[in-house]
């Protein structure tokens, strides 16, 4: 066997043991997943009258940054990510990223009839130790099953962030860039092709532009966020049925030695002022090439959008 075909052999072999590891890893989910279903988790029935704030978009579009400026405000509580609802219900997600005891959430769901009633009385608790009295969850993947939970939540609102897709694919491609291997941190080396981020982007906005007109959808752009936060938030606070309070924005505006008192982890930049540094980092990050790329999937999208009003910002 020559040189080029045995190398090509112990490729296909590693990559052959890798979708081997990666299956054994995941067959407790899918067990678990599995389980959840056999009893309805997932009911369509099921409601709860929560006022939560549902926060959603493609990764990478600013949903971090709106959960860290409402959990600013004095009512609203909104904590790390759950993925409770965009992706299959595991346990493990919530207790990483909220430091929770797994077992005791899994008790919990064992003894709850469904995934929305779990849902209400896990926002409950958190919210309450908080000291806040209004629940928030971000979680971008919302987006993908907004129709469900606006259902489940009947007094839910749904707050849908946008971002310029070509920005979005630049974060995206490199997204994340540590990953933890034997108890280190080290670089995950990710290079994901702009064509797959832009196909992300365009699948996950399109998403939520379905609902555009539903009385309980909001939509924000997070360019506009960043240049212009108080005039946004004041709308979206109209939106929520909150008042605005300048602490939104300036952290160091507010008086009240307590607004953070709700603080979990995962909230890094929760002090800084909202800035607009990250705009348009395409115009350096992206080849010529990689420019055509994006235009290919997602031009048209990008147009809709008002970001640009024809293909001439391919010359550019």
């Known amino acids: 066997m020559c040189v080029s075909k045995l190398s090509d052999f112990y490729q296909r072999s590693l990559g052959y043991v890798r979708r081997q590891i990666r299956d054994f890893k995941r067959r407790p989910v899918r067990q678990y997943e599995r389980a959840l279903v056999k009893r309805n988790w997932y ?19 600013g949903t971090t940054l709106l ?20 992706l299959p219900f595991w346990p493990n997600n919530i207790s990483k990223m909220w430091n929770l005891d797994e077992q005791a959430l899994k008790s919990n769901a064992q003894v709850t009839d469904n995934l929305v009633h779990f849902a209400e009385k896990f ?12 629940p928030a969850d971000k979680t971008p993947n919302n987006i993908r099953v907004i129709g469900k ?18 920005d979005v694919s630049c974060s ?27 196909q992300r982007w365009l699948d996950d906005t399109s998403s939520g532009l379905v609902y555009r007109g539903h009385p309980r959808y909001h939509e924000i752009k997070y360019e506009d966020l960043v240049t212009d936060p108080e005039t946004v938030l004041r709308e979206l606070c109209e939106f929520l049925d909150e008042d605005y309070e300048p602490s939104m924005v300036d952290p160091s505006a507010s ?34 090439d990689e420019k055509k790329d994006f ?8 147009i809709a959008l008002g970001y640009v009003d024809s ?5 550019g």
């Not at 009911?43 to 579009?61: K, N, T, Y």
């Not at 959960?67 to 965009?86: A, D, Q, V, W, Y």
């Not at 293909?311 to 010359?315: G, I, P, V």
């Open 172 to 198: 995206l491609r490199n997204h994340p860039k540590e990953k933890i291997e034997n108890g280190k941190i080290v670089p995950s080396l990710i290079n994901r092709p702009i064509a797959e981020c832009a």
């Open 123 to 134: 926002y409950i608790e958190q919210t309450n130790r908080a000291g806040k009295a209004r």
């Open 43 to 61: 009911d369509r029935s099921a409601r709860s009258e929560l006022p939560i704030v549902l926060i959603g978009g493609c990764g990478r579009s």
């Open 149 to 166: 939970l606006l259902t489940w939540f009947p007094k839910g609102r749904f707050i849908h962030i946008i971002r310029d897709g070509r």
């Open 67 to 86: 959960r860290e400026i409402l959990n600013r405000h004095s009512k609203l509580f909104c904590g790390p990510e759950t993925s409770m609802f965009g």
């Open 311 to 315: 293909r001439d910002w391919l010359k």
């Open 295 to 302: 235009d290919n999937v997602a031009g048209e999208l990008l």
């Open 255 to 288: 008086k009240d030695d307590n607004m953070n008192a709700g603080r979990l982890v995962n909230n890094q930049n929760s002090k800084e002022k909202v800035s607009n540094r990250s705009l348009g980092r395409w115009r350096d990050d992206l080849t010529v």
